[in-house]
């Protein structure tokens, strides 16, 4: 079964930038899709960004569209979420999961995510 950690969330003043790991322990790594999530006190989860297996389709919600950058270096068996001109309603903990074979159309949020990490908190704030 498939092992997801995230790493890199951390406090970060509006307008900066942190850069989020999610590295998987898995021989066939490059068989999943991956998606990004958060999650804020007392709202419900979002699903943020997700990447398909070879990297080739990558969707984004519209509240971190031109900000957030998703990628993966099947390699190192990790995904990358670069998050740039941070907001402080992007403060909340992040979660990476498997969708398998998801495409990352539109409708990415409808496919069941599975292997969740232990999520990692992110701060905006001065």
């Known amino acids: 079964q498939l092992q997801l950690v995230e790493s890199g969330g951390g406090l970060v003043q509006p307008g900066g930038s942190l850069r989020l790991s999610c590295a998987a322990s898995a021989f066939i790594f490059d068989y999943y899709g991956i998606g990004w999530f958060r999650q804020a006190p007392g709202k419900e989860r979002e699903g943020v960004s997700c990447i398909s297996s070879s990297g080739g389709s990558t969707n984004y919600a519209d509240s971190v569209k031109g900000r957030f950058t998703i990628s993966r270096d099947n390699a190192k068996n990790t995904v990358y979420l670069q998050m740039n001109s941070l907001k402080p309603e992007d403060t909340a903990v992040y979660y990476c999961?498997?969708?398998?074979?998801?495409?990352?159309?539109?409708?990415?949020?409808?496919?069941?995510?599975?292997?969740w990490g232990q999520g990692t908190q992110v701060t905006v704030s001065s």
């Open positions: 999961a498997e969708g398998g074979s998801v495409s990352c159309d539109s409708h990415w949020r409808d496919v069941p995510f599975s292997s």
